[in-house]
DNA sequence: CCTACCGATCGGTAGG
DNA sequence: CCTACCGATCGGTAGG
């Protein structure tokens, strides 16, 4: 607490903050090529023209970077996913929302490597530790939202009261899973439109 | 095309096979935790007790490494998931079998990191090459075996007339690489009971 | 944020 | 199959 934390009150550091954020938009979209672990300094020094020690007074260690570019793709998803979904209706709309946000976001090219999400979970799911388990937070709390609007859609009648909210969204989670394997290995959109057309009959015909 | 090509006919060999079998089964293992790009020639020559040199006088290069690994996972594959599929009756009977010998596969821990094919089609899926081909021809196999077995299903009548094979090829693939991605995340059989229930159903009651 | 550097490990080779 | 080695790159640090 000196005199000058008040001296300068506005925009501290900002030219850092957006230069921090460019850096974690590179790393985000290296990470789905490379994996999070194959991400590496050098590497991403080439790729933002910076130098690795630059890299390191931004984030102190691989981990940290490796978080940071977690909580970076998190606010990718949020945008894309999670925010067109929480526009729609709850209940069957809100799904369906859900899922074609993220074939849009996948067909869409934002990463190279397809959802951040789905080929992090399968590259840190047997490395114990804080990266990993940012990477299941994530898929817990993607569970958690499609359940809740699963639930929502059998209180209004819009899907059979035999559904298990856990079971559905376990289902469509696959679906998105499924078909971002498949495209990022093909690179063909068709499948997306295969994977929409199957969650559409999925929410939409009797079970 | 000499003399001695003919007078040890027996055997040729025979350690030098085995020794590159073994190598082998803990590449495939190896694989599944660090990727296979991750799949270090240091790391399995320190697995294998084997020396950095040995291992090119197996492979030559990395490269040749990487391919024999995926035809060693193809093997173990077969024997586990194919295998058991085909000895089923055609149709939903050997649908329901590879479902059920896929799930056992992941969650009887033959590699740590789950199937093979999912993690390595998420890693390869950007990497243009000879290894990420491999691949892919598997899943078209793979996708080609459900494909055909739908088909069978629904000329013996066991599914509706309107499932359309690739389509139900995909859900199905889907459900084995979600069920694979969940329970590498969370190590917790309960995720392959629940897509073990919705394989059935789906192939059990009416679309 | 930089240059310059550290020990460790990478894929691969020489020579046996 | 081994030891011994190559240049390149890894994550990270010193000092500015």
New interface residues.
Partial sequence: MTTSDRARPRKPRADGERRRASILREAASLA??T?L??LTIGGLAAATGMSKSGLYAHFGSKEELQLATVAQARRVFDAEVFGPASAAQPGVPRLVALCEAFFAHVEGGTF???CFF??A???????PGPV?DS??AF?DELGAVMATAVAAAVERGELSQDEDP??LA??L???????D??F???GDPA?LE??R??VRRRLTSPD
């Fill in positions: 789905t090529v994996g672990d194959g190279p490597g397809g789905v080929g979970a399968l590259e840190m799911g047997t490395r990993r990477i299941a898929q856990q079971v376990f289902e989670n696959a679906l998105l899973v499924g078909a394997a498949a990022v290995l093909r499948v295969v994977a057309a199957v």
